[in-house]
């Protein structure tokens, strides 16, 4: 049976999967699951993952959860090029210790951005307090600095001198404020230089491929009532 991966372009996490299994010539069904019509609350997802959420991948009669783990399974099972998750022990645990602190941090941070500037107000009619949306910028920055700072250093890519799932992971995060309207790369040049050399790596044409959702949220018309709806509980957090 061919590998499916359940996926919303939209969504961070799946878009590094897209690009990892595109990139790396991993054969698969797309099987799309709209997350702003709420279809990963439906019954028939949740056959394919209890925790409700994308990506998800299914492999015959097995289903996984959660992108990382994901990225590795695929890694594994199609013996992708060593760089993406080195073998070197030290290599990997410094691509192990982003994917391990972006979950918190600069993720959520990303997420809470596109919402707060972009999703809330324009999709979802809901204003976002002035000091909320301020307070969150405030933490994406410092997230910015952390990763220049501590990941890249004056290395081209985060875990050395390879590109690795490292970096196609924060890569398809920081989109997530680019495509609400954040330049987050016109007063840091080491970044900016360092996107240039994952955009490269990865492919153009890819890359335009995997982000042309996200690119046109802005574009989205607004939700109706039972969408909103659906999306409230996700929404509540996002406020504060």
């Known amino acids: 049976m061919v590998l499916e991966l359940y996926l919303?372009?939209?969504?961070?996490?799946?878009?590094?999967?897209?690009?990892?299994?595109k990139k790396n010539g991993i054969p698969f069904e797309l099987r799309t699951v709209d997350l702003l019509k709420g279809q990963h609350f439906s019954d028939d997802f949740a056959q394919v993952n209890p925790l409700r959420k994308v990506p998800a991948l299914?492999?015959?009669?097995?289903?996984?959860?959660?992108?990382?783990?994901i990225l590795l399974y695929l890694s594994r099972k199609?013996?992708?090029?060593?760089?993406?998750?080195?073998?070197?022990?030290?290599?990997?645990?410094?691509?192990?210790?982003?994917?391990?602190?972006?979950h918190t941090d600069l993720q959520t941070s990303c997420i809470r951005t596109m919402w707060q500037k972009m999703l809330l107000p324009v999709f979802l009619g809901q204003p976002?307090?002035?000091?909320?949306?301020?307070?969150?910028l405030a933490k994406l920055d410092r997230c910015l600095q952390l990763l220049e700072d501590k990941f890249l250093k004056d290395q081209d890519f985060l875990a050395g001198p390879h590109i690795s799932m490292a970096d196609l992971v924060a890569i398809t995060e920081l989109m997530h404020p680019v495509s609400?309207?954040?330049?987050?790369?016109?007063?840091?040049?080491?970044?900016?230089?360092?996107?240039?050399?994952?955009?490269?790596?990865?492919?153009?044409d890819l890359f335009q491929e995997?982000?042309?959702?996200?690119?046109?949220?802005k574009?989205?018309?607004?939700?109706?009532?039972?969408?909103?709806e659906k999306l409230k509980p996700l929404v509540q957090p996002l406020l504060h």
Do not use: N
Request: aromatic share 10%.
């Open 180 to 204: 609400a309207g954040c330049d987050l790369f016109k007063s840091r040049p080491k970044l900016a230089a360092w996107r240039q050399r994952v955009e490269a790596e990865v492919g153009e």
């Open 128 to 136: 976002v307090p002035p000091e909320t949306l301020a307070s969150t």
């Open 219 to 228: 574009d989205l018309p607004p939700a109706d009532k039972a969408i909103k």
């Open 58 to 69: 299914k492999d015959g009669d097995f289903t996984l959860a959660e992108s990382v783990a």
């Open 8 to 21: 919303d372009l939209l969504s961070q996490p799946c878009r590094a999967v897209y690009i990892f299994a």
């Open 78 to 102: 199609y013996e992708a090029p060593d760089h993406w998750y080195p073998q070197d022990l030290q290599t990997r645990a410094r691509v192990d210790e982003y994917l391990s602190w972006q």
């Open 210 to 217: 995997a982000h042309a959702a996200i690119m046109k949220a």
